[in-house]
């Protein structure tokens, strides 16, 4: 009880108060690393597409290059890939394909680099795709070939 009764105000000296800011701040950047090394661990699937979703391309194409377990990111390119088709990035496509990506390969959907480029409707990729894939008859999941894709689009529009 008496310490409530005790109305006199403590103080605490300026080297105190001092130790404590320290305290905080060390505290908090223990903790601001903790969540950084967390969030930048490796690189996965899931943050490179969500990247170039986001229209950051250089971001994940960076990311890919500087990634030393390469073969973690072999679905993720074939993603970016056909991403990279739909969204009309000619400079990505032939990067990624430089880089060792088949562009026959599929996405996990079933749906092949020139097939998405063909219902994007992005000419230009679709014109270095035909000079590059081996299998220009190739199909999506619904059994249309790109041809006839292309024409289904071409009357619709």
């Not at 950084?36 to 597409?49: A, C, G, M, Q």
């Not at 990111?73 to 009309?88: N, P, T």
């Not at 400079?91 to 959907?109: H, T």
Request: net charge positive; proline share 3%; glycine share 4%.
């Amino acid at each position: 009880m008496s310490f409530f009764m005790n109305k006199r105000k403590r103080r605490i000296s300026k080297q105190d108060f001092m130790r404590l800011i320290f305290a905080v701040v060390v505290f908090f950047s223990l903790v601001a690393t903790v969540l950084i090394f967390l969030y930048f661990k490796s690189p996965n699937e899931i943050d490179v597409i969500k990247l170039a979703r986001r229209g950051h391309w250089d971001l994940a194409m960076a990311t890919i290059r500087n990634t030393k377990n390469n073969s973690c990111l072999v679905q993720s390119k074939v993603e970016l890939l056909v991403l990279a088709c739909v969204q009309g990035k000619l400079e990505v496509v032939k990067e990624l394909i430089e880089d060792g990506i088949d562009p026959d390969e599929r996405n996990k959907a079933g749906v092949s680099p020139l097939i998405a480029a063909v219902n994007a409707k992005q000419p230009e990729v679709v014109e270095f795709l035909v000079n590059v894939v081996r299998n220009i008859d190739q199909r999506d999941p619904y059994g249309r070939s790109a041809l006839h894709n292309a024409s289904i689009l071409s009357r619709n529009a």
